[in-house]
């Protein structure tokens, strides 16, 4: 499967964006899809991610932020993230595969990155 992540851009403390994630081929429904993100200087990290069956996982200082969420019609993945501050600055990532959790390592396919830059 092949994804696109789209929606990143300039926005200001304790504002919104909602990025998506656009998969090729008909077996999207089939995988779990997560969002990661990685800052300069940092490594990728985990923020959140949605089984196949609409079960959720969060990272901690995302809780109650972002919400992830999924269309298998439209074969297209999202991360609505709000109140966001400039911590969430980053390069982000969406992600398939078979494996329902946290680690990177773990998932089968990427997109290429989509830039978010909250300013203070």
């Known amino acids: 499967v092949q994804l696109q992540a789209s929606g990143g851009g300039l926005v200001q403390a304790g504002g919104s964006l909602r990025l998506s994630c656009a998969a090729s081929g008909r077996t999207f429904r089939s995988y779990v899809m997560g969002w990661f993100r990685q800052a300069p200087g940092k490594e990728r990290e985990f923020v959140a991610v949605?089984?196949?069956?609409?079960?959720?996982l969060y990272r901690d200082s995302v809780k109650g932020r972002f919400t992830i969420s999924r269309d298998n019609a439209k074969n297209t993945g999202y991360l609505q993230m709000n109140n966001l501050n400039p911590e969430d600055t980053a390069v982000y990532y969406c992600?398939?595969?078979?494996?329902?959790?946290?680690?990177?390592?773990?998932?089968?396919?990427w997109g290429k990155g989509t830039l978010v830059t909250v300013s203070s």
């Open positions: 949605i089984s196949r069956g609409g079960n959720t």
């Open positions: 992600a398939a595969g078979t494996y329902y959790g946290g680690n990177p390592q773990y998932m089968d396919y």
